[in-house]
């Protein structure tokens, strides 16, 4: 019997197509109930889903981002996931790397 549990991959590589979209609400559903994020070049940790959205609402952009996964790498037993995406909004041009 095959599982309708989304594997972890298939859940990160929804995460990063929803945050295409911009649609940075749509998100919440794929979000733990205890998530948050660590940003250790800027020592900033942003704790739960609604912090998280209205950042990436309010994060001052030139244009809307764009998404463009490098590489996706996980292990669906730990449910352990890494991605290398790049990201811009036409004049920023981050590199983000994700343990998820």
Request: glycine residues 4%; negative net charge.
């Amino acid at each position: 019997m095959q599982s309708t549990v989304p594997s972890a991959m298939k859940i990160v590589e929804q995460y990063w197509q929803r945050m295409a979209s911009n649609d940075f609400a749509s998100i919440t559903e794929l979000l733990a109930d205890d998530f948050y994020v660590d940003w250790p070049q800027s020592n900033e940790r942003i704790v739960g889903a609604a912090k998280y959205v209205q950042m990436n609402q309010e994060y001052p952009a030139h244009g809307l981002w764009q998404f463009s996964i490098h590489r996706l790498f996980g292990n669906d037993v730990t449910g352990e996931v890494v991605s290398e995406v790049a990201i811009t909004d036409g004049v920023q041009h981050p590199l983000a790397i994700s343990f998820f």
